[in-house]
């Protein structure tokens, strides 16, 4: 069943203590019972907040092995990290963040920010299906709407959208490296299940699909004046660039901009949520899943980026 709080006040009051974080996070991580991450064994016991192995003598927490890992920060404090992050319907920036919890630095917020988005795609997850459509846009770069040399710094990404009657469904994105037909199938076999209705434009690449298991239409701008032939993933595609733009700013490296596609996957699709407990739980469920991130694999091949020009808040002045 289910257990998760459903007010702010509630998550205040429930996780006031380390303990009680402790507790809830081991239901998270075994909610079947204790298993040993060597050996499988399923008896332990408390040794002060580790449980160690009855089988093989291995000593180990609810965070180890989880994006919580090693964090020196009271666990008190992620609980409210991932209400805040999960209550905001567009989403935080880390110097929302910071402000909000008082973190002492841009670094740790950015840092947390970015591990969180790594668990916020569920391993498995099911894949669209029934009417699809699907484009690719252009991300970031120097000025929208240009070709040739002002496409340089842009990231090429693949939108595709389910239909649920005249609305949107689920969406999946992601980045691709190129148009090749081979990339474009690929990339849909990993978002459509095979036997779904693809629609598309009138890119050669697309006639592919029926080899990758669709049935393919293809949607031509030839009806009457002003009508979208693709209005889901065109208006996705709309709603991705004003959020990057927005509460981002357009501040997104190219090494980081897979994650940032899986949080605006994450929110998109449950949009239409009335509880944001059940998202605090959610997201909470796939972060002790996630196996741990050190900073220098979070910043890849970007530095990290200054924070916005703006008040500081007191603890980082």
């Known amino acids: 069943m289910e257990d998760y709080p459903r007010t702010v006040l509630e998550l205040e009051t429930r996780f006031s203590d380390e303990a009680a974080c402790r507790q809830y996070l081991y239901a998270l991580r075994w909610p079947e019972g204790f298993r040993c991450p060597r050996c499988g064994g399923a008896k332990a016991w408390a040794v002060g907040p580790r449980y160690e192995c009855a089988a093989c003598g291995r000593q180990t927490s609810v965070t180890a092995g989880t ?32 402000r909000v919890l008082g973190l002492g630095s841009y670094e740790t917020a950015w840092a947390w920010l970015h591990k969180l988005r790594r668990a916020m795609v569920r391993p498995g997850r099911d894949r669209l299906s029934g009417l699809v459509e699907a484009d690719e846009i252009y991300v970031g770069g120097r000025r929208a709407g240009l070709r040739g040399r ?12 389910q239909a649920q009657g005249a609305a949107i469904g689920r969406i999946r994105l992601g980045r691709i490296p190129d148009f090749a037909g081979a990339t474009l199938g690929r990339t849909l076999q990993t978002f459509v299940e095979p036997g779904s209705v693809m629609q598309t434009d009138g890119l050669r690449a697309y006639r592919t699909l029926t080899e990758w298991g669709y049935v393919h239409e293809v949607v031509r701008d030839d009806a009457q004046t002003g009508d979208d032939p693709l209005p889901r993933v065109h208006r996705v595609a709309s709603l991705l660039k004003r959020w990057l733009l927005g509460t981002h ?69």
């Open 67 to 98: 994006i919580l890992q090693d964090t020196r920060t009271p666990l008190r404090v992620w609980f409210r990290a991932l209400w805040y992050v999960t209550s905001q319907k567009n989403g935080v920036s880390a110097l929302g963040l910071q």
């Open 150 to 161: 002002a496409l340089e710094g842009k990231s090429l990404v693949l939108v595709a959208a």
């Open 249 to 317: 700013q357009g501040a997104v490296h190219h090494s980081h901009l897979d994650y940032y596609l899986d949080e605006f996957t994450f929110r998109f699709n449950r949009r239409t949520s009335r509880s944001r407990g059940l998202l605090f739980y959610r997201l909470l469920q796939q972060a002790v899943a996630v196996d741990p991130v050190p900073l220098h694999q979070l910043r890849g091949d970007a530095a990290l980026p200054a924070p916005p020009p703006g008040p500081q808040p007191e603890s980082s002045r």
